[in-house]
Nanobody, 118 residues
Framework: QVQLVNSGGGLVQAGGSLRLSCAAS????????VAWFRQAPGKGRKFVAM????????SYADFVKGRFTMSRDNSKNTVYLQMNNLTPDDTGVYSC???????????WGQGTQVTVSS
C-alpha cells in the first residue's frame, strides 16, 4: 500500500522560507514522478513542481521559478520542496502526489498548511 506523508508547513513572514517533506512508503520515490500541488483558500488545486523518477529532472510552475527547489533523498525515500522568498500568495495547503496514470495522480499526501503573513 502506497502512503505519502506531508510535513513541514507552518506560519512564516513574507520573505521567509520553509521546507516541505513528502515521505513515501510502499513506493520508491526514485522510480516514480512526484509532484507538489497547492490549494489556496477558496481556489482549486494548482501544480507547483515535479521531479521525474527516471532521471531526477525537475520542473516548476512559473510563479515559483527561482524561489522553490524540489529535491529527493533516496536513502530516506523522501521528496522535499524548499520554498524561499515566500509571499502571502504562496499561502495554501501543499500536497505531494505520485502514481500518474491516465491523466490523474493516484496517490496523495494528506497536505500541509503553509501560511505566509505580510
Amino acid at each position: 500500500q502506497v502512503q505519502l506523508v506531508n510535513s513541514g508547513g507552518g506560519l512564516v513572514q513574507a520573505g521567509g522560507s520553509l521546507r516541505l517533506s513528502c515521505a513515501a512508503s510502499g513506493r520508491t520515490v526514485s522510480n516514480y514522478t512526484v509532484a507538489w500541488f497547492r490549494q489556496a483558500p477558496g481556489k482549486g488545486r494548482k501544480f507547483v513542481a515535479m521531479i521525474l523518477g527516471s532521471d531526477g529532472t525537475t520542473s516548476y510552475a512559473d510563479f515559483v521559478k527561482g524561489r522553490f527547489t524540489m529535491s529527493r533523498d533516496n536513502s530516506k525515500n523522501t521528496v522535499y520542496l524548499q520554498m524561499n522568498n515566500l509571499t502571502p500568495d504562496d499561502t495554501g495547503v501543499y500536497s505531494c502526489a505520485s502514481g500518474f496514470t491516465s491523466g490523474i495522480y493516484r496517490y496523495w499526501g494528506q497536505g500541509t498548511q503553509v501560511t505566509v503573513s505580510s
